[in-house]
Structures are given as C-alpha cells and as structure tokens.
C-alpha cells in the first residue's frame, strides 16, 4: 500500500522556486528521508505536506487524502516533530501531552492511558510532572515525538528530529525512531542534513538539492552508483588533478574546497599508480585518504559541491510555525 503520493508538487515564494515540480511516493511503514543541505526545500515539502503551506501547483495524497482538498482529514491522520521547539516550557510533559489530545479531541480515558504509554516509550514516565523548561535537550525532543504520536497517526514527520543535539542523544533519538517504525508499523517521512542519520535509518533516501530531487533510492544503491572507492587529494593543485587526471580506472574526480574527491575501481590495486600520476605532472599533495563512497560522496557527485549545514535560504526561514490556512 502507498502512504504518499507526491506529483509534481511546486512551491514558489515570489520569484524564488523553493521546491521545484517534485515527484515520488511512499510505501506504508516505509522509513523515508529527504537529504539535503538547509534552504534546499527539505522544510518546504513537509509544509505543504501536512498542509501548513498550500502548494502553487502539482498534487499530493497523505494516506490517501488530498492535501489541498481536505486539510482537516490530513491533519488527523499526521502527527509532526517541528525542527523549532513547539512544547510550552511552563507546563509539564503531562500537561503537554494532555493539551495536545485535548486538541484532537481524544476521549479521557482513551487519553490518559495513551500519554503513559507514550511517555513509558520515550522513557519520561519518571519526569512526567517536570516542568518542561527543566529538561534536557534530547528529553524535549523524545517528548515532541511522543506527543506527535498520541492520537495514533499512520504518518509521521520528522524535520530535522537531531538537530543541535549531542551524538549520544543522536543515537539514542534513532533507536526511539526505529523501534516506533517497526512495532507500530509507522510510516516516517524525515528530513536531514545528517549522512549517517539518513544511512541508518532511512529504507530510501531522496537527495534534495536547489529545490529538485536530484537521486532517489536506498543508502546501498546510492553509494554504489558513485564507484567502488573514494581517494580524497588534499592539494593546492586540486582543481588542475580533477581537470587533467584520467585513467581507465578513474570514474570521476570532483574538486572543491581545496582537495579532489577521486572515484575508482579496486584502489588497493591503482593507488601506486594514481600516485604516479599525480606525481608525473608535478603536483603538489599535502595528504591523501581512501574509503568507500557515503551518501556525501553521493550527493556531491549529483550536485558538484558539498553536503555541509548552510544558511538557510528564503524558503526554508518560512518556519512550519506559521499559520495554518484553510
């Protein structure tokens, strides 16, 4: 069964195009990332998505609802982690998550033994009568995804769930995402600027670049498509290396930032004679590394710069805070 239906989805704001004609679908239970740098329209799309922005043009279904014809039906069936904090700090982690079923008008039993078993997931149950401006980071964002779960959404977005968080919390928010995925059947639609975020718990990832969707597949199949190994040539030289190097082992050379990514077959068994080459023709090499291709090595291959956080453009300032529109 299919979650979502994206078709030619557009968004304009003025004479800036911040999400351009996109088209793809999602499977039920599927774990789906959208991967690109900030201002490249992750945002944007979750917007209009769960319908606090209205597309300019193209088409979308949220479990088999339209999402510009029936926003109230859309939301129901949603629950969303917003990238900026949304909890109410003066209340506790009870109260947040009692408020938001009130919201969603959830019966009062129903209610009461939905937030315990929640807050029992994300391990707050002990907290429960904290206030929440007492918590930790990582203990605000748990509480965010428990709330987002309480009405029993079949999808839920994730935009940005890590950010700013230490690499413990990280991996500990990844294993919540996981296991609400594969015991509640969940479908999870996240956005990321994270590699090894989208790598591990992505089932397929669209790389987002400029608006566009420039590759979209699994973390294996992504990385398989940009060679076999990566050697990284630190260099003052490095643009003159990508331009001039060639082999019929080298698959691509992409240079940026002062060094030269080069993609190859077998280097364990060239990397003597790429040496040479570079050697050959006087250059100069301040280090070089080898490994195998990430789904950095991927997204620099289908955009020529680097996966890095960047100020976020025009369209992704346009926070999912804003006003719902009917």
């Known amino acids: 069964m299919t979650a979502i239906v994206v078709d030619k989805l557009t968004k304009r704001f003025g004479d800036l195009t911040a999400v351009d004609c996109i088209s793809f679908?999602?499977?039920?239970?599927?774990?789906f990332g959208l991967l690109g740098p900030n201002g490249a329209g992750k945002t944007t799309t979750i917007s209009m998505l769960s319908t606090l922005l209205e597309?300019?043009?193209?088409?979308?279904?949220?479990?088999?609802?339209d999402i510009s014809k029936d926003q109230d039906g859309v939301r129901k069936s949603i629950g969303i982690v917003f990238q900026d904090q949304s909890l109410?700090?003066?209340?506790?982690?009870?109260?947040?998550?009692?408020?938001?079923?009130?919201?969603?008008?959830i019966p009062k039993a129903t209610r009461e033994e939905r937030i315990d078993e929640m807050l029992r997931l994300v391990e707050l149950e002990d907290r429960k009568d904290s206030l929440v401006k007492t918590y930790s980071?990582?203990?605000?964002?748990?509480?965010?995804?428990?709330r987002g779960l309480l009405h029993e959404p079949a999808v839920l977005f994730l935009d940005e769930p890590t950010l700013g968080?230490?690499?413990?919390?990280?991996?500990?928010?990844?294993?919540?995402?996981?296991?609400?995925n594969r015991?509640?059947?969940?479908?999870?639609?996240?956005?990321?600027?994270?590699?090894?975020?989208?790598d591990r718990l992505c089932d397929r990832v669209a790389i987002i670049d400029r608006g566009r969707i420039v590759a979209m597949d699994t973390p294996a199949n992504l990385k398989s498509m940009v060679g076999e190994d990566v050697v990284t040539v630190l260099s003052p030289d490095s643009k003159r290396i990508a331009e001039e190097i060639t082999a019929p082992w080298i698959v691509g050379a992409e240079q940026y930032d002062g060094q030269v990514t080069i993609r190859l077959r077998s280097a364990e068994d060239h990397l003597l004679e790429l040496l040479s080459l570079i050697g050959r023709d006087g250059y100069t090499i301040a280090s070089i590394s080898i490994r195998k291709p990430t789904l950095e090595d991927v997204f620099l291959h289908y955009t020529g710069r680097?996966?890095?956080q960047e100020e976020a453009g025009a369209a992704?300032?346009?926070?999912?805070?804003?006003?719902?529109?009917n």
């Not at 980071?137 to 428990?146: D, N, P, V, Y």
């Not at 992704?316 to 529109?325: L, V």
């Open 165 to 180: 968080l230490d690499p413990q919390t990280r991996n500990h928010l990844w294993e919540y995402i996981l296991t609400l």
């Open 55 to 65: 597309p300019t043009s193209g088409r979308a279904l949220v479990n088999g609802i």
């Open 25 to 31: 679908e999602i499977k039920e239970g599927e774990i």
């Open 183 to 198: 015991n509640k059947g969940i479908t999870i639609i996240l956005t990321t600027h994270y590699m090894d975020e989208a």
């Open 88 to 105: 109410d700090e003066e209340l506790t982690a009870w109260e947040n998550m009692d408020f938001h079923g009130r919201l969603y008008r």
């Open 306 to 308: 680097e996966m890095r």
């Open 137 to 146: 980071g990582g203990m605000r964002r748990r509480l965010e995804i428990a």
């Open 316 to 325: 992704d300032r346009m926070r999912m805070m804003m006003p719902r529109r």
